[in-house]
T-cell receptor
Framework: AQTVTQSQPEMSVQEAETVTLSCTYD???????LFWYKQPPSRQMILVIR??????QNATENRFSVNFQKAAKSFSLKISDSQLGDAAMYFC????????????FGIGTKLQVIP | EAQVTQNPRYLITVTGKKLTVTCSQN?????MSWYRQDPGLGLRQIYY???????DKGDVPEGYKVSRKEKRNFPLILESPSPNQTSLYFC?????????????FGSGTRLTVV
Protein backbone atom coordinates (compact mmCIF):
# COMPACT_ATOMS: atom_id res chain seq x y z
CA ALA A 1 0.00 0.00 0.00
CA GLN A 2 1.12 3.50 -0.70
CA THR A 3 2.05 5.79 2.15
CA VAL A 4 2.64 9.52 2.26
CA THR A 5 4.81 11.08 4.96
CA GLN A 6 4.92 14.71 5.98
CA SER A 7 7.51 15.01 8.68
CA GLN A 8 6.97 18.66 9.58
CA PRO A 9 3.81 19.07 11.69
CA GLU A 10 4.27 22.84 11.80
CA MET A 11 6.32 25.39 9.92
CA SER A 12 6.57 29.16 10.04
CA VAL A 13 7.79 31.72 7.55
CA GLN A 14 8.19 35.48 7.50
CA GLU A 15 5.96 37.32 5.09
CA ALA A 16 7.69 37.74 1.68
CA GLU A 17 10.16 34.95 2.43
CA THR A 18 10.36 31.48 0.91
CA VAL A 19 9.44 28.25 2.64
CA THR A 20 9.66 24.61 1.61
CA LEU A 21 7.32 21.91 2.87
CA SER A 22 8.55 18.33 2.71
CA CYS A 23 6.76 15.22 1.52
CA THR A 24 7.98 11.71 0.88
CA TYR A 25 5.99 8.76 -0.35
CA ASP A 26 6.37 5.07 -0.75
CA UNK A 27 5.16 3.19 -3.81
CA UNK A 28 6.19 0.36 -6.10
CA UNK A 29 4.40 1.90 -9.05
CA UNK A 30 6.08 3.82 -11.83
CA UNK A 31 3.21 6.02 -12.95
CA UNK A 32 1.16 8.11 -10.58
CA UNK A 33 0.02 11.60 -9.64
CA LEU A 34 1.11 13.76 -6.74
CA PHE A 35 -0.78 16.71 -5.32
CA TRP A 36 -0.53 19.47 -2.79
CA TYR A 37 -3.78 20.63 -1.23
CA LYS A 38 -4.24 23.72 0.90
CA GLN A 39 -6.76 23.89 3.74
CA PRO A 40 -7.19 27.41 5.14
CA PRO A 41 -9.14 28.10 8.34
CA SER A 42 -12.32 28.06 6.25
CA ARG A 43 -11.45 24.30 5.98
CA GLN A 44 -12.14 24.23 2.24
CA MET A 45 -9.71 21.86 0.48
CA ILE A 46 -8.05 23.66 -2.41
CA LEU A 47 -5.81 22.03 -5.00
CA VAL A 48 -2.57 23.98 -5.16
CA ILE A 49 -0.46 22.03 -7.60
CA ARG A 50 -0.20 18.61 -9.25
CA UNK A 51 2.62 16.59 -10.74
CA UNK A 52 2.51 13.63 -13.08
CA UNK A 53 5.25 11.14 -12.28
CA UNK A 54 6.27 10.51 -15.88
CA UNK A 55 6.98 14.22 -16.38
CA UNK A 56 10.45 15.14 -15.24
CA GLN A 57 9.79 18.85 -15.32
CA ASN A 58 8.76 20.25 -11.97
CA ALA A 59 5.29 21.77 -11.86
CA THR A 60 4.87 25.47 -11.16
CA GLU A 61 1.79 27.54 -10.36
CA ASN A 62 2.60 31.21 -9.81
CA ARG A 63 4.39 31.42 -6.43
CA PHE A 64 4.07 27.69 -5.84
CA SER A 65 6.51 25.18 -7.25
CA VAL A 66 7.53 21.63 -6.49
CA ASN A 67 10.81 19.77 -6.34
CA PHE A 68 9.95 16.30 -7.59
CA GLN A 69 12.67 13.71 -7.08
CA LYS A 70 11.24 10.46 -8.39
CA ALA A 71 14.14 8.22 -7.44
CA ALA A 72 14.15 9.57 -3.91
CA LYS A 73 10.32 9.52 -3.78
CA SER A 74 10.27 13.09 -2.62
CA PHE A 75 7.80 15.82 -3.51
CA SER A 76 8.42 19.09 -1.71
CA LEU A 77 6.42 22.30 -2.10
CA LYS A 78 8.14 25.65 -2.30
CA ILE A 79 6.17 28.81 -1.61
CA SER A 80 7.90 31.97 -2.72
CA ASP A 81 7.11 35.51 -1.55
CA SER A 82 4.90 34.13 1.22
CA GLN A 83 1.70 36.01 1.91
CA LEU A 84 -0.57 36.09 4.94
CA GLY A 85 -3.19 34.26 2.90
CA ASP A 86 -0.84 31.30 2.55
CA ALA A 87 -1.33 30.43 6.21
CA ALA A 88 -3.07 27.08 6.16
CA MET A 89 -2.72 23.35 6.58
CA TYR A 90 -1.01 21.79 3.57
CA PHE A 91 -1.58 18.18 2.59
CA CYS A 92 0.55 16.13 0.26
CA UNK A 93 -1.35 13.43 -1.62
CA UNK A 94 -0.70 10.48 -3.92
CA UNK A 95 -2.82 8.66 -6.45
CA UNK A 96 -1.96 5.76 -8.69
CA UNK A 97 -2.53 6.61 -12.35
CA UNK A 98 -4.66 3.53 -12.87
CA UNK A 99 -6.36 3.23 -9.53
CA UNK A 100 -8.84 6.02 -9.26
CA UNK A 101 -10.33 4.54 -6.14
CA UNK A 102 -8.29 6.38 -3.62
CA UNK A 103 -6.06 9.35 -2.99
CA UNK A 104 -3.71 8.78 -0.06
CA PHE A 105 -3.03 11.85 2.04
CA GLY A 106 -0.26 12.76 4.42
CA ILE A 107 -1.07 14.04 7.89
CA GLY A 108 -0.51 17.65 6.93
CA THR A 109 1.83 20.53 7.72
CA LYS A 110 0.46 23.62 9.40
CA LEU A 111 2.05 26.73 7.93
CA GLN A 112 2.12 29.97 9.88
CA VAL A 113 2.99 33.21 8.11
CA ILE A 114 4.48 35.88 10.34
CA PRO A 115 3.84 39.51 9.37
CA GLU B 1 -20.78 27.24 -10.56
CA ALA B 2 -19.17 23.80 -10.43
CA GLN B 3 -19.26 22.58 -6.87
CA VAL B 4 -19.75 19.84 -4.33
CA THR B 5 -22.42 20.71 -1.78
CA GLN B 6 -22.40 19.13 1.66
CA ASN B 7 -25.00 19.55 4.34
CA PRO B 8 -25.08 20.24 7.18
CA ARG B 9 -21.93 22.21 7.84
CA TYR B 10 -22.12 21.54 11.57
CA LEU B 11 -23.95 18.80 13.41
CA ILE B 12 -24.13 17.82 17.06
CA THR B 13 -25.94 14.61 17.85
CA VAL B 14 -26.30 12.01 20.56
CA THR B 15 -24.94 8.49 20.58
CA GLY B 16 -27.15 6.08 18.68
CA LYS B 17 -29.31 8.58 16.82
CA LYS B 18 -29.20 7.85 13.11
CA LEU B 19 -28.06 10.67 10.88
CA THR B 20 -27.36 11.39 7.22
CA VAL B 21 -24.87 13.81 5.75
CA THR B 22 -25.80 14.77 2.22
CA CYS B 23 -23.44 15.33 -0.68
CA SER B 24 -24.35 16.54 -4.14
CA GLN B 25 -22.21 17.51 -7.14
CA ASN B 26 -23.21 19.33 -10.32
CA UNK B 27 -20.27 18.37 -12.52
CA UNK B 28 -21.56 15.01 -13.77
CA UNK B 29 -18.59 13.28 -12.13
CA UNK B 30 -18.58 9.50 -12.07
CA UNK B 31 -16.42 9.24 -8.98
CA MET B 32 -17.43 10.30 -5.49
CA SER B 33 -15.86 9.59 -2.12
CA TRP B 34 -16.12 10.31 1.59
CA TYR B 35 -13.16 11.13 3.80
CA ARG B 36 -12.83 11.87 7.47
CA GLN B 37 -10.16 14.21 8.80
CA ASP B 38 -8.71 13.82 12.27
CA PRO B 39 -5.75 15.67 13.84
CA GLY B 40 -2.50 13.80 13.34
CA LEU B 41 -4.12 11.33 10.94
CA GLY B 42 -4.78 13.42 7.85
CA LEU B 43 -7.67 12.41 5.62
CA ARG B 44 -8.75 8.80 5.55
CA GLN B 45 -11.14 7.33 3.01
CA ILE B 46 -14.42 5.91 4.28
CA TYR B 47 -16.25 4.83 1.11
CA TYR B 48 -16.10 5.58 -2.55
CA UNK B 49 -18.25 5.14 -5.63
CA UNK B 50 -17.17 4.72 -9.23
CA UNK B 51 -20.68 5.20 -10.63
CA UNK B 52 -24.37 4.77 -9.87
CA UNK B 53 -25.02 1.65 -7.76
CA UNK B 54 -21.26 0.96 -7.54
CA UNK B 55 -19.78 1.55 -4.08
CA ASP B 56 -16.89 0.09 -2.16
CA LYS B 57 -15.13 0.37 1.18
CA GLY B 58 -12.20 2.60 1.84
CA ASP B 59 -9.80 2.37 4.77
CA VAL B 60 -12.20 3.13 7.63
CA PRO B 61 -15.73 1.98 6.64
CA GLU B 62 -16.87 0.59 10.01
CA GLY B 63 -19.97 2.33 11.33
CA TYR B 64 -20.83 4.02 8.02
CA LYS B 65 -23.09 3.31 5.07
CA VAL B 66 -23.42 4.96 1.69
CA SER B 67 -25.67 4.74 -1.34
CA ARG B 68 -25.42 5.99 -4.91
CA LYS B 69 -28.86 5.90 -6.47
CA GLU B 70 -28.27 8.97 -8.60
CA LYS B 71 -25.06 10.16 -10.18
CA ARG B 72 -25.09 13.52 -8.45
CA ASN B 73 -25.81 12.36 -4.87
CA PHE B 74 -23.74 10.33 -2.46
CA PRO B 75 -25.09 10.49 1.11
CA LEU B 76 -23.16 9.25 4.13
CA ILE B 77 -25.26 7.43 6.72
CA LEU B 78 -24.36 6.79 10.33
CA GLU B 79 -26.88 4.24 11.58
CA SER B 80 -25.79 4.39 15.22
CA PRO B 81 -23.22 7.14 15.74
CA SER B 82 -20.65 6.80 18.48
CA PRO B 83 -18.28 9.39 20.01
CA ASN B 84 -15.32 8.00 18.05
CA GLN B 85 -17.06 9.17 14.89
CA THR B 86 -16.67 12.77 15.99
CA SER B 87 -14.68 14.20 13.12
CA LEU B 88 -14.56 16.53 10.13
CA TYR B 89 -16.06 14.87 7.07
CA PHE B 90 -15.43 15.68 3.43
CA CYS B 91 -17.19 14.60 0.31
CA UNK B 92 -15.20 14.72 -2.92
CA UNK B 93 -15.90 14.06 -6.58
CA UNK B 94 -13.82 13.62 -9.71
CA UNK B 95 -13.93 12.68 -13.35
CA UNK B 96 -12.60 9.28 -14.35
CA UNK B 97 -10.59 8.56 -17.45
CA UNK B 98 -9.22 11.98 -18.24
CA UNK B 99 -6.13 13.79 -17.10
CA UNK B 100 -6.30 13.84 -13.36
CA UNK B 101 -6.82 17.29 -11.99
CA UNK B 102 -7.54 16.06 -8.50
CA UNK B 103 -10.76 16.01 -6.59
CA UNK B 104 -13.30 18.73 -6.02
CA PHE B 105 -14.14 18.83 -2.32
CA GLY B 106 -17.20 19.91 -0.44
CA SER B 107 -16.85 22.45 2.35
CA GLY B 108 -16.88 19.81 5.09
CA THR B 109 -19.21 18.72 7.87
CA ARG B 110 -18.08 19.06 11.46
CA LEU B 111 -19.79 16.23 13.35
CA THR B 112 -19.82 15.95 17.12
CA VAL B 113 -21.32 12.86 18.77
CA VAL B 114 -21.97 13.19 22.51
Amino acid sequence: AQTVTQSQPEMSVQEAETVTLSCTYDTSESDYYLFWYKQPPSRQMILVIRQEAYKQQNATENRFSVNFQKAAKSFSLKISDSQLGDAAMYFCAYRSKWGYQKVTFGIGTKLQVIP
Amino acid sequence: EAQVTQNPRYLITVTGKKLTVTCSQNMNHEYMSWYRQDPGLGLRQIYYSMNVEVTDKGDVPEGYKVSRKEKRNFPLILESPSPNQTSLYFCASGEIGTADYGYTFGSGTRLTVV
